[in-house]
């Protein structure tokens, strides 16, 4: 029994979508074994995370804008890329310590799925982040790959492919082909723009000041990029900016999609410049294969209708769009032999 069979019996290899909302750990053969929010509460000032440790994801998203003042709910990434390197570090080593287990002898080797914008010195940030966490390796791969993936699009075959990824701080558009990215952008809107969106037009309209979990709801509850369905209306509760007492209004989906329409625009714009930067023969592939979106942004209402718009191609939402990339990454983690060469790592063994 070689080295490298004697490392995976005393650890778990996984595959982590790092996202600015939630993050995700895919274990090989079994599928998706943790989904929570990528938010760490700590003791103001200090950075010591809460409840020993364990004041991550769900349990840390609840205090999120209802801490008192000795506590603090941080989101550690904004726009996909770490913003606050020891949280993240304390996120990631509590949720590889929560799927590895306390037994394991050596850390897992990891797969991590990074917006494809980011920059060196942002990659460096993810890699030192889980090395330090306890991963024993770590390689990156570049979210629209992971995605296209999940989503089981051909993206090996020299036939285009393409995936609009709307996530939480970012949107990654790409085409692909052959194993590669051919053409691709990654825009800083997205998901949380839709949010800060909601919260915009609550104070202009209504002079309401709501918090970011009451924007997310009214998104999900109401949201839409499209007139599809119908017209549905919401109250939301917030605090009155002029006289600051608690309120309720009543809003619409209407207005809601009103209120969207800037961030959706930015997102079909790009989807557009990329199309515009394609060779030929890939536009021509796109006229039949279409696009896929896959990302928490492809459960807006009427997001497909808009881009199927803009764009002229067929538009179809991937199977669960949420897990595609983390699903995507689990894969890589079955072929990473194979794979190795499109992947960006720190060494060569193992």
């Known amino acids: ?204 309209m209504y002079g309401l000041n709501i918090g970011e979990q009451t924007a997310e709801r009214i998104k999900i509850e109401i949201g839409s990029a499209a007139a599809v369905g119908p017209q549905m209306n919401m109250d939301v509760r917030g605090r009155d900016m002029v006289t600051g007492l608690p309120r309720k209004t009543t809003v619409t989906s209407d207005e809601i999609r009103e209120a969207l329409s800037e961030p959706v625009k930015s997102i079909s714009e790009a989807v557009r410049r990329t199309l515009e930067r394609a060779d030929p023969e890939l536009s021509a592939d796109l006229v039949e294969n279409g696009l896929t979106l896959a990302g928490g942004g492809a459960l807006l209402r009427g997001m497909d209708v808009v881009l199927n718009q803009s764009t002229g191609l067929t538009v179809k939402i991937a199977d669960d769009p949420l897990t595609c990339v983390a699903r995507g990454t689990a894969i890589y983690l079955e072929s990473l032999e194979a794979w190795k060469s499109t992947l960006e790592s720190d060494a060569d063994e193992y």
């Open 1 to 204: 029994m070689g080295l490298k069979s004697l490392l995976g019996w005393f650890s778990v290899d996984m595959g982590i979508d790092l996202g600015t909302c939630n993050t995700l750990v895919c274990v090989r053969g079994e599928g998706i074994v943790l989904n929570e929010p990528s938010v760490v509460a700590v003791r103001k000032g200090t950075n010591k995370v809460l409840n020993d440790g364990t004041a991550v994801g769900f349990a840390a998203k609840e205090m999120l804008g209802k801490t008192p003042g000795s506590i603090q709910a941080i989101r550690p990434l904004k726009d996909g890329v770490i913003s606050d390197f020891e949280m993240t570090e304390a996120m990631l080593a509590y949720f590889i310590r929560k799927v590895n287990g306390h037994g394991r002898i050596f850390g897992p080797r990891v797969v991590i799925a990074v917006p494809s914008g980011i920059t060196a010195v942002e990659k460096r940030a993810v890699l030192d982040s889980a090395e330090r966490a306890g991963a024993r390796k770590v390689f990156l791969v570049e979210e629209p790959m992971a995605a296209g993936i999940g989503a089981g699009l051909p993206i090996i075959e020299p036939t285009a492919s393409m995936i609009v990824d709307i996530g939480g701080g970012t949107t990654e558009v790409a085409i692909m082909s052959l194993g590669d990215i051919a053409a691709c952008e990654s825009v800083r809107v997205a998901g949380d723009d839709f949010d800060e969106a909601i919260i915009g037009h609550m104070k202009k």
